[in-house]
């Protein structure tokens, strides 16, 4: 309820041309008029897309933003648009295209863009009540709903939201550390962290932002479906403990970036657990198939972790940044804990006196009320919906598996757990050494040519294309036009090179 003052009538500031900018009831018309004004820009430009990019080279993406004088203002939402045509729109990349296949960037749901409206419009942040009021509700509800839906209780569960991936395995590996810290006799420079050797980057860089010793993290080998083999997890704990160091975390992969490949939880769990060691699953890729109707099984041993890392900003359909980290314990929380009087006052005050503050639980102190996407999108879609989405892309990239298995063209890595796919060019005449060579130059093609985006990474010392398919609405024939694009640029290239 908005509740009216009285003021000076006329207000001194109605006129004046440096306020007129700032959301305040005498501007709701004109912010209204801006925003719909850049709604419908977009809307247009929407219409007008005909590929993921046009292929812009960094040069010129380059030369059209420094071409801009920031320090001489257009003074019109009008002109200022057209010319964000010029430095951003007309050659960004549009993750709705089927064309696009490359990196864990998904198309988005509507209700979360109608949230990022409300979000950015209202500008709280999550650290305090007193700046947020029911979004820290809103936040702290959407943490007991997927901290039950991993299978965690609700009653003992905590966590926040974050900026991303990297973010949340920061933050939970913080409280894997101060968590071993507590036991007598350990020391930061002893400390070790298990993960499999396809395991996130962030994993290593944790460590180093934590302080530990350069060798912390020890890499785990996988199988030929690039998940964590148990039986060599126990070997290398049981050598931390004979070299005198100390566990401090395992991190199981629930969705590896370059493969979706989801270890087995159940049996990393108990060897966690037999250890003493905290378990952190990260599931920012597979944490879809928390909502999943057919593939929730895959999860399964998740509930035994001690954190979880979801990414509602891959297979949830959220716009960035959307994550959190989820702990099954929340007396954990306290590792992260700090205490600053202009925010977490111990004598309360006012109306706050019992008012939860965020910031107690979280590394950032000032946060976006990511959480409303979330929110608003199960609120008018439900659950069961953005699961249909996820088995539906990974039901695309088992189809179109299915349909270049025995293609002679291509050679596919393995069959996809989630909806990832890696695969080579074969080109008669050529060996793997060649082939190796062709990839950066295929992908470099497909780019400049503006039907398809596709990345690349390395495995066993061969350079593979990726595709990451995140998008519902595309179809078997979309994802094989890319592959052809693939099939023909290599063949191509490879001409060329023979000649």
Known sequence: MLVSHPTASPRAHADDPRLRHLLHPDHA???????????????????RVRGPVTGSSPARAAASVDAVDLDLPLGCT?????????????????????????????????????????????????????????????????????????GFSSERADGVFTSGGTQSNLQALHLARDRALER????????????????????????????????????????????????????????????????????????????????????????????DAWLHVDAAYGGGLLVSRTRRHLLAGIEQADSVTVDFHKTWFQPVSCSAVIVRERRHLRHVAAHADYLNPRDGGGAAVSAPNQVDKSLQTTRRFDALKLWLTLRVMGAEAIGDLVDAIVDLAAAVHARYAVDDRIELHAAPELSTLLLRPRCPGLDADDVDRLVPRIRAALWSAGAHVVAATVVDGRRWLKLTLLNPMA????????????????????RTEAA
Do not use: K
């Open 475 to 494: 179809e078997v024939d979309d994802i094989a036009s890319v592959i052809e694009g693939i099939a023909e640029t290599a063949a191509a290239l490879a």
């Open 78 to 150: 009008t002109q200022a648009l057209a010319e964000l045509d010029r430095v951003w729109l007309d050659d960004t990349v549009w993750f709705h295209e089927p064309g696009y296949a490359a990196h864990l960037n998904c198309p988005v749901l509507i209700p979360a863009l109608v949230a990022e409206v409300l979000v950015s419009g209202v500008n709280p942040s999550l650290d305090t009540f007193d700046q947020s009021v029911g979004g820290t509700f809103i936040e702290r509800r959407l943490v007991q709903w997927v901290a039950e839906r991993i």
């Open 29 to 47: 018309g004109e912010y209204e008029t801006a925003t719909r004004l850049a709604v419908t820009h977009l809307a247009s430009t929407l219409s």
């Open 184 to 275: 007598p006799g350990v020391w930061p420079a002893r400390l070790r962290i298990l993960a499999s050797a396809d395991a996130h980057y962030s994993v290593q860089r944790s460590a180093r932002l934590l302080g530990l010793s350069e060798d912390a993290v020890l890499s785990v080998p996988v199988d030929e479906r690039r998940r964590m083999l148990p039986d060599r997890l126990s070997a290398a704990l049981s050598e931390v403990v004979s070299a005198g160091d100390s566990v401090m975390a395992v991190v199981a992969t629930a969705g590896t970036t370059d493969h979706g490949s989801i270890d087995p939880l159940p049996a990393l769990a108990g060897l966690a657990r037999a250890h």
